[in-house]
């Protein structure tokens, strides 16, 4: 760190620190798989370094508008600077904006983009605070998470166990997927914390979560 410091006159931020410590960490731990989460943004954030092999998207929104653009067109294109040569992007269909950045990017990078649409869900419906539905050839989907915006998360998910069985041979059965997906827990997405009085904690942040939230 004290070197890169001198030789780039620039202090290293605790991002950057963690994430190299993490990177170092899958490798010694020989991860067959890795998610990591983009920062700030995307096109500059340190998290980028990586060559990965499926860029994941989920809903872009205004937020940090005075590091990346006043507009969804300009939030987009940073976002869509960790899309990768010769990659899979995935993600849920959503403003025309956002969509047509997406669109050149995958064409630029030679990226195969998965637009996925509402019209690849089907048969809805609700057990208790579980959510039931079908994803193309995924039948019987069970999710604990609460909100229609999940449903779209979880099809995103999906698109992606599908490409890595597909192009990279992982063996994933559908079971597997399906008892985790069923199980998950996010806390902080709509978490009741209490049913008498009715409690629910949720991390919205910016205009688009709220609605969600709202929704």
């Known amino acids: 760190i004290a070197d890169f410091e001198k030789e780039k006159n620039r202090k290293v931020t605790r991002f950057e620190i963690l994430t190299s410590m993490a990177i170092l960490y899958y490798k010694e731990n020989n991860c067959d798989i890795c998610i990591l989460e983009t ?41 869509a600077g960790i899309i990768k040569p010769n990659s899979d992007t995935v993600i849920f269909d959503q403003n025309s904006d956002v969509i047509d950045v997406m669109k050149s990017t995958c064409i630029t990078k030679n990226s195969t983009l998965h637009l996925l649409k509402q019209n690849d869900i089907s048969n809805y419906s609700v057990n208790g605070t579980n959510q039931i539905f079908d994803f193309k050839h995924y039948n019987n989907i069970e999710i604990n998470l609460i909100g229609l915006k999940q449903i779209e998360n979880t099809s995103v998910v999906l698109e992606c166990f599908e490409i890595l069985k597909s192009k990279y041979n992982f063996n994933i059965s559908n079971s597997a997927i399906k008892n985790s997906l069923k199980s998950i827990k996010h806390p902080a997405r709509f978490e009741q914390l209490s049913k008498t009085p009715n409690i629910i904690f949720d991390g919205a942040h910016n205009e688009n979560a709220m609605k969600n939230l709202v929704n």
């Open 39 to 79: 920062g700030l943004g995307g096109l500059y954030d340190c998290t980028n370094i990586v060559d990965s092999i499926i860029s994941v998207f989920g809903s872009i929104s205004f937020d940090h508008v005075s590091i990346l653009g006043n507009s969804l067109s300009e939030i987009a294109v940073q976002k």
